[in-house]
């Protein structure tokens, strides 16, 4: 600390550890909080593995989502659709086939729906008033659609299936006290 009249802007050798440590306890609270993050995905990745979904490809569909350019996104499907040609894995891949099929106006929709499957507000980047507003907005619609009107039947067969497997090995297991009566 410095005394009064002192003219000094420099740290003291105790000030810049007294700084070093604060920032340091700041950066363990940020890695505290990460690694319960970390813990709370990879929980949620054995729950996507159990409902039969690739976690390699939701992290896949993420990356595309949050990507700045989607062009080098396509133009890395494409390459690895002529590599895999190449390898005679796949025959024949046509790549000009995905380029740009669909009308601006489809693919505007596919924007809009994709943005409520993801949870993103219905915030339209385009013009308000516009034609595509109005078509962003139409597919925002349509994926809160499919969000309401399936997510909840879909979980709900999953825990009737989880639910059945339980039962079916319960049954297997039998209670060894009370042996099964004969038949």
């Given amino acids: 600390m410095s005394t009064t009249g002192h003219n000094s802007k420099e740290l003291t050798e105790t000030e810049r550890k007294a700084l070093f440590f604060h920032h340091m306890r700041k950066r363990i609270a940020h890695n505290a909080v990460i690694e319960e993050a970390n813990a709370a995905k990879k929980a949620d990745a054995k729950l996507a593995q159990a409902d039969k979904i690739v976690v390699g490809d939701l992290d896949y569909a993420i990356r595309t989502l949050n990507a700045e350019d989607r062009l080098t996104i396509t133009d890395r499907f494409l390459a690895h ?103």
């Fill in 81 to 183: 659709g002529e590599v895999l040609t190449w390898l005679n894995v796949i025959p024949g891949f046509q790549s000009d086939l995905l380029r740009d099929r669909a009308p601006a106006i489809e693919r505007i929709e596919g924007e809009g729906e994709l943005a409520a499957l993801a949870g993103k507000d219905a915030i339209s980047p385009y013009d308000k008033g516009s034609n595509e507003v109005l078509a962003w907005l139409r597919g925002w619609d349509k994926g809160q659609g499919i969000m309401r009107d399936n997510l909840q039947s879909a979980m709900e067969k999953i825990n009737a299936r989880l639910a059945d497997d339980d039962s079916d090995e319960e049954d297997e297991a039998g209670d060894p006290d009370f042996p099964a009566a004969a038949e």
